[in-house]
DNA sequence: CAGTGCTATGTACATTTGTACACACCGTGT
DNA sequence: ACACGGTGTGTACAAATGTACATAGCACTG
């Protein structure tokens, strides 16, 4: 769906000399992490589904903390990144507001799949240190984006209202309709 | 910490005739998620947590599935019964608004436990048609809650406000003030 | 007080898992 | 051309895990 499938397939045998696995093998390990969960995802099912040897986990990796870490990274470092992209484009608070509203009711399928990993990648941070930087660096991130547009506490406020219904968004049976994200997004960051 | 310490110390050998175990098991499967996430929750590791033989495991739960359910729905249910009591206490919308700041607020001790496991139920849920009715009761039982005292539309909007600043709150290096979060509260409810 | 049925226990076992490691391959610089 | 170092591969193995099950003890009914 997401990651790339396999080697660009040359012959069907004997795949070596196959360059960026190791990133390749970050996003598959996403796409196992949201089919599986964390509890779920093992050295062989990633490697299955990358259509590589057992053996080129060990060698890439560490051990498997080392390559959820790195997975969990990636999906942060992108999410920022259309984070910051969204909000970049933005002229004025009305724009602004607008992209807010935007990102919280994105296109539910891929969307979908970024708040499960979200999820679990919450439940990982609350216990693995070097996970909390991940996060951390995430919010930061998100915070000073709104910053660009909003005041501090309003930054804040909206940071945590899109969590907030984004999550909602993902598990409600039936989603928030996007006029009632606005009014609330129009709530917190009114027109000044 | 929170859920009894074995049995109430009878002998030290053979504890058998043991009423309520299974409840206790489900008590300390909690605890023991809160401490390993799903992904290291064991029978053995919640045998040993509960001071019960491996095999009491599987008498009382058809599966490790069952176990994880189990604790899940129970934890729903005691923080929808809280929530219930805390919003039923309150006369008035002024009142009604300070009880939600407390909930976002409460002690960071035991709600930091609670929010933890919140993602490791949200993350599963996420993938078991069964906890997707735990999080969907739950969801409808504050909502109902909410709307004793807001109209729908705020009352959603209060339920994903009150989950994004918990979740940042537990998350963040120096949680946002309380202030801030009445401050909030009261954008998102206003004194009508 | 005897019997009956539920509860409790310990162990056994097949699977799955993470990880190590010895060997094969190939691009690259000399 | 050729060695060499990084890359890739397959397999092996110990540890951990879920689950089944035969046996044992206790409470409670009549």
Do not use: C
Request: proline share 6%.
């Amino acid at each position: 769906m997401t990651a790339p499938q396999g080697p660009p397939s040359e012959k069907p045998r004997s795949r070596r000399h196959d360059p960026g696995r190791r990133e390749r093998l970050i996003d598959v390990t996403l796409d196992v992490i949201a089919e599986n969960g964390v509890a779920g995802t093992t050295h062989r099912k990633v490697a299955a589904a990358a259509n590589v040897p057992l053996g080129s986990m060990t060698y890439h990796f560490q051990g498997i903390d080392e390559l959820l870490a790195a997975a969990f990274t990636k999906l942060a470092d992108l999410t920022a990144d259309g984070f910051e992209a969204a909000l970049s484009a933005a002229d004025g608070p009305r724009q602004a507001r607008e992209a807010v509203v935007g990102l919280i009711t994105g296109d539910l399928l891929g969307e979908r799949r970024s708040i499960l990993l979200t999820y679990e990648l919450y439940a990982l941070a609350a216990r693995r240190p070097n996970l909390r930087l991940v996060t951390d660096t995430w919010m930061a991130r998100s915070r000073a984006a709104l910053e660009r547009h909003f005041d501090p506490d309003t930054a804040r406020m909206l940071d945590a209202l899109i969590e907030g219904l984004s999550i909602h968004r993902a598990l409600a049976l039936n989603p928030m309709p996007v006029q009632t994200v606005r009014e609330a997004v129009e709530r917190i960051a009114p027109d000044s």
